[in-house]
């Protein structure tokens, strides 16, 4: 015995079964096609040299329930405990959905399977009067309750200390506490000075996330903490703190990576991760581009950054025009009244002898160099200087050389899917273009809302209930910080 997710191939098939258990009340053709392509069903089919049974669900993002479509097997395979493996197996994929309960409906006059679905766990909650046409047949309603793991999770790669709870895919609190101010008086971010912030705020906001979730911590099932990449030094505050609360109140505790975190908000936004997809990380620390095949199992790293960061890029930017840190927001009201052709500056690594051995990475050195070299020339030779334009252009550069290597990296792995995420996605620019380009090439572009796009608890604490209702076997205590960890290295143990 075989069970499979059920494709168009499979349709045949599935209506002669249909039509021989179902009669007059058998779905239409067009109708069960539409059902097993629909982007929110999901159709397994049992197979037995040949398909003898078959099986659906619906489940909406967002919506945080199931509904069982129907189960159906064929007569000469029935009594065999067929029934129950599909939907056993609905129930699991409702669970791995993120569904927090699994509707059905059923005839009333169908005692054995009635008789399954209780001892399932379903129970009745209401009947439908002659449901069933034409024979009039009534239908009982069932609800199957699913405990989704509750998840605390804690960041501080950073300058922020964030705590963030989930249940399944459903975000409850996002408390966030940002030392940024204390970092702007020197420029940019002081490791030993992220590292004491994260220290004093640590308590405080993960008292605000239990309250804004009106939770207590025996209500929590599993912590989860990102272990790397990030400041060494700001990484061990946060570890510390998830391990004193795993052993203080003997939950299990899981290490995730930070940038796949990233990644995993998509669940908090959309209700789930569609994937393949590609993923474009940019922040003050990190620019990279991955090819996420499965989020805990399959994360590749097509390209990052070989120097500076992009958002190291704009900090470095704003201080040569006299802007304040961060640069980032800066950088962008200025270039609103600029104009973003006034100067040409460079497009890193884009050229062709760029695309053998570093066609989906990036570089920004070169780009801020040009842009200081700019100022500096105009400032030598007393010439004039639009710091408006200088600003567009610059961010112009930067946005293009970002999206044409994410676009081109769709492209190049057939993959019309694009996530974006980091604190440089705020960038006003960046959103418009990447609406815009993603357009034009046919490609679904993904953006959570701005507070699960920095670094953000919630991202962590997501991802580490992806690992439990994956059935994942939570890590030891002896991991550490891995200030470098590699984006294929999902989860530390």
């Not at 506490?177 to 000075?193: I, L």
């Not at 070169?366 to 200087?385: F, N």
Request: net charge negative; glycine share 8%; hydrophobic share 45%.
């Amino acid at each position: 015995m075989e069970i499979k997710k059920l494709s168009q191939h499979d349709l045949v098939a599935v209506m002669e079964i249909e039509a021989d258990l179902f009669g007059t009340e058998a779905w239409l053709e067009t109708s069960m096609k539409s059902e097993i392509n629909g982007d929110f069903t999901h159709y397994f089919g049992v197979f037995q040299e040949g398909l003898v049974g078959y099986a659906g669900l619906s489940s909406v993002p967002n919506t945080f329930v199931s509904d069982i479509q129907t189960i159906a097997i064929a007569k000469s395979h029935q009594a065999q405990g067929l029934g129950r493996a599909l939907a056993e197996s609905l129930v699991a994929k409702a669970r791995a959905l993120g569904s927090e309960a699994v509707f059905l409906e059923v005839r009333a006059d169908n005692e054995p399977a009635i008789a399954l679905y209780e001892k399932l766990g379903f129970t009745q909650i209401d009947i439908r009067k002659k449901y069933y046409q034409p024979s009039g047949v009534d239908a009982l309603v069932m609800r199957l309750e699913v405990h989704q793991p509750i998840v605390l999770g804690v960041e501080s790669s950073c300058d922020e200390t964030g705590i963030g709870i989930v249940k399944g895919n459903r975000l409850l609190a996002n408390a966030l506490h940002s030392s940024m101010d204390e970092h702007a008086k020197f420029g940019g971010v002081v490791p030993e000075v992220a590292a004491r912030a994260h220290l004093e705020a640590m308590q405080p906001t993960i008292e605000r996330a239990l309250k804004e979730a009106q939770l207590s911590m025996t209500d929590i099932d599993a912590i989860a903490v990102a272990n790397g990449p990030g400041l060494a030094g700001a990484l061990m505050v946060g570890i510390g703190a998830a391990k004193a609360l795993a052993i203080a109140n003997d939950k299990p505790i899981y290490a995730v990576n930070h940038l796949v975190g990233h990644v995993g908000a998509d669940v908090l936004e959309s209700g789930s991760v569609t994937l393949p997809t590609i993923a474009l990380l940019v922040s003050g620390g990190h620019t990279s581009l991955l090819l996420v095949r499965d989020l805990l199992d399959d994360v590749e790293l097509l390209g990052e950054t070989i120097d500076d960061a992009a958002g190291e890029a704009f900090d470095k930017v704003a201080r040569v025009l006299g802007l304040p840190y961060p640069g980032g927001p800066e950088i962008d009201k200025l270039a609103e009244t600029g104009d973003p052709k006034a100067i040409r500056f460079p497009r890193g690594l884009s050229l062709p002898k760029d695309m053998v051995k570093h066609r989906f990475d990036f570089s920004f050195s070169g780009l801020k160099t040009a842009v200081a070299r700019h100022v500096e020339k105009a400032e030598d030779q007393q010439l004039p200087l639009s710091k408006p334009d200088v600003a567009a252009s610059f961010r112009e550069a930067a946005v293009d050389v970002l999206l044409t290597k994410a676009i081109n990296a769709c492209e190049r792995y057939e993959v019309k899917r694009l996530l974006l995420g980091g604190g440089v996605v705020a960038n006003a620019r960046l959103r418009q273009q990447a609406k815009l380009r993603c357009e034009v090439a046919g490609i679904d572009l993904r953006i959570p809302r701005f507070s699960l796009c920095t670094d953000n608890g919630a991202m962590i604490a997501s991802l580490g209930a992806q690992l439990v209702m994956a059935g994942r076997e939570p890590s030891s205590l002896g991991f550490g910080a891995e200030s470098t960890l590699e984006v294929t290295k999902v989860q530390s143990h």
